[in-house]
């Protein structure tokens, strides 16, 4: 079974890592007419007619290059700008996710990734000093040497179960954020501490937000969220309690649903599930047996 995360990571490509340091294969790749470039005002990106806007190495504006890699023997880049205001034509990532192709989905979330990286990171932590590009993007360096790698937290992602596996009496645990409409509902999530395996960030994520204690925990998958820096990692969990207690500075209310309660709101929209190319989307479907209808 395929499931709908899986959309954004699905045409890999050749990030080309061995030639970041290459400046004369850069220059080359540079200097091709052929060779695609998206443009970011900061870390945003400006659709054109409801399409991502990839131009020749001429026709982008100046600012921080950034290196993507090579799809069918064609180098990708993205220039960070600061030359262009981001007004509202410029959409944070979350917004263009509904539009992308699977094929320049992860070009997008590797250039988003980076630019966040590198908006967040504009001094050195050891000695202060500003930083610098490097390698096309994929280093920041300072006046004293100092290098500083992109980042990538990990967060953890689960969708927790109750009752006899199968079975129409089986329920599975959603919450919802204070801020969130009415009726939308998702998966729990949180982030890895030091020190922290997966499977016990699970069942801490799980215990501090709704109370509920968590036994086994297994892999589902992963998908990568640069919003602005997260690697989420799905799993499964099977609940030793099923008594909530939410903590509402996170998770206004927490509820449990059968398959049946869930297909029901979601056919009438009183239930609001998350969207269509997100692992928590996967988790549930994958849990209820196939597709639901709507979603954010």
């Not at 340091?21 to 200097?31: C, R, S």
């Not at 992308?100 to 050891?126: D, K, N, Y």
């Not at 004293?144 to 927790?160: K, S």
Request: charged residues 20%; negative net charge; glycine residues 10%.
């Amino acid at each position: 079974m395929s499931y709908v995360h899986e959309r954004l990571s699905s045409a890999r490509y050749d990030r080309a890592s061995a030639h970041r340091a290459d400046t004369e294969w850069i220059a080359e790749q540079w200097a091709d007419p052929a060779s695609r470039v998206v443009v970011l005002a900061g870390t945003r990106i400006r659709p054109v007619d409801g399409a991502i806007e990839w131009l020749s190495p001429a026709q982008a504006p100046g600012g921080a290059r950034l290196m993507l890699g090579v799809r069918d023997g064609i180098a990708h880049f993205a220039v960070v700008t600061t030359e262009l205001a981001a007004t509202d034509a410029w959409l944070p990532l979350r917004s263009l996710l509904s539009f992308l192709t699977q094929e320049e989905a992860p070009l997008i979330l590797h250039a988003v990734g980076l630019a966040e990286w590198m908006s967040a990171t504009r001094f050195c932590a050891r000695c202060g000093l500003p930083l610098d590009p490097v390698k096309e993007g994929h280093e920041l360096v300072c006046g004293h040497g100092h290098t500083t790698f992109p980042r990538t937290d990990p967060a953890v992602i689960m969708l927790i179960t109750h009752g006899e596996p199968g079975t129409a009496v089986e329920q599975c645990l959603l919450g919802r954020h204070p801020t969130w409409p009415a009726g939308r509902f998702s998966t729990l999530a949180g982030f890895c501490e030091p020190g922290e395996s997966l499977e016990d960030a699970v069942r801490r994520e799980v215990m501090e937000e709704v109370g509920i204690d968590v036994g086994d925990v297994e892999y589902f998958g992963n998908q990568p969220w640069p919003l602005p820096a997260s690697l989420m990692l799905g799993f499964t969990g099977v609940a030793a309690s099923t008594d909530i207690v939410c903590d509402e500075d996170e998770i206004e209310d927490a509820r449990w649903f059968t398959r049946e309660e869930l297909r029901a709101g979601a056919e009438t929209g009183e239930l609001i599930l998350p969207g269509g190319v997100s692992i928590s989307r996967s988790l549930i479907e994958a849990w209820y047996g196939e597709a639901l209808p709507g979603s954010w």
